[in-house]
């Protein structure tokens, strides 16, 4: 159950309200709001007074559920947003990782020439080997921040532990929470208790059900921007890298009001099939992509085979303007 509070119910008070129903209040300029487990739909009588109105939601899908706001939020990532009335489709691209600065600033001439906003690269790579390459760290989010100067793009890399959650907060424009990350409590709630826009990834294993109550641990810390990505699941399939559940997507467009992003290379896993891809998921609408791109696949540190070459970027992006214009959308 979500309650909102008067205005002018105090801080004491709706603690106490919060403590007495189980709750968990989000109390700040903006919201003044109690939110119970589903399964608690009664309040007393004797607290009527402090409360605007409630919201009896059937499961812990509450505050992205559309039975409470019936539209895609607004997220706002210094001069562009996504979702709200903007029917704008964010591609996001750049490498799997920041690998130099050379590499990087490729990368960046690469979005210049095609007037691109946002560029992604990971520092804190979560590797199923130890002994792969694990990442620059915090050397990567200085020299990314260096080319946000530089170029005025966003910037968005990932989360991997709770151990560097502060720094990419730091650095970044948008906070990726990486799939393996998704059931991380220590980086959802650190990565709540501020404003910036998080990409939360699908963990590969999760539900919808579990992907979407992953985003409520952030929204009910108090930060009401977080973007869902879809990035594929696993399944008995094993020609493909994942499986983009593009039939979980059309779930969360239903019944959430959070922007969503999908990432084709990652489900793909290979470059090959990762245009088709992008084209099928540009057409069913949606808030955003991730792709990865690199000036040399081949020779990529990590997700070499996912990754397009500039060239193969500039064909696939160009296809997607028409496809975009027909579903009443525009690429940014
Ligand atoms: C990535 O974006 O490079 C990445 C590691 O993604 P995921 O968390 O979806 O595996
Ligand atoms: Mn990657």
């Not at 939110?35 to 004797?46: A, H, L, M, V």
């Amino acid at each position: 159950m979500i309650i909102n509070l008067n205005k002018t119910t105090d801080l004491k008070t709706a603690k106490k309200i919060s403590e007495d129903l189980e709750g968990k209040l989000i109390f700040d300029e903006i919201s003044r709001i109690i939110i119970t487990s589903s399964k608690n739909n009664t309040i007393p009588d004797k607290y009527n007074k402090y409360i605007d109105k409630y919201h009896k939601l059937k499961s812990d899908i509450q505050l992205s559920s559309r039975n409470y706001v019936n539209k895609t939020r607004k997220i706002k990532i210094n001069k562009i947003e996504i979702g709200g009335e903007s029917k704008n489709t964010l591609m996001i691209t750049g490498p799997c990782s920041i690998e130099s600065r050379t590499q990087i600033k490729k990368c960046a001439e690469l979005l210049k020439e095609i007037g691109l906003t946002t560029l992604r690269a990971g520092c804190f790579k979560p590797r199923t080997s130890p002994y792969s390459f694990q990442g620059l760290g915090l050397k990567g989010l200085k020299m990314l921040s260096d080319i946000r100067d530089e170029y005025g793009f966003n910037i968005i890399s990932e989360v991997k532990d709770a151990s560097h959650v502060k720094d990419v907060i730091k650095y970044t424009d948008i906070i990726q929470i990486g799939a393996k990350a998704m059931y991380d409590h220590g980086i959802l709630r650190e990565t709540g208790r501020q404003k910036k826009p998080v990409l939360l990834k699908r963990g590969f294993g999760s539900n919808l059900q579990e992907f979407v109550q992953a985003a409520e641990f952030i929204l009910s810390e108090g930060n009401p921007n977080v973007i869902l990505c879809e990035r594929g699941i696993r399944t008995f399939e094993t020609k493909t890298r994942f499986t983009l559940d593009l039939c979980g997507v059309s779930f969360l467009k239903e019944y959430t009001n959070l922007p969503i992003i999908l990432d084709t290379s990652h489900a793909m896993g290979y470059s090959y099939g990762v245009p088709d891809l992008t084209r099928a998921c540009v057409a069913m609408g949606i808030d955003g992509l991730l792709i990865e791109s690199h000036p040399n696949p081949k020779e990529a540190k990590s997700d070499a085979s996912q990754q397009l070459n500039f060239d193969e970027f500039k064909e696939m992006y160009s296809s997607l303007i028409p496809i975009c214009k027909a579903v009443n959308r525009k690429m940014i």
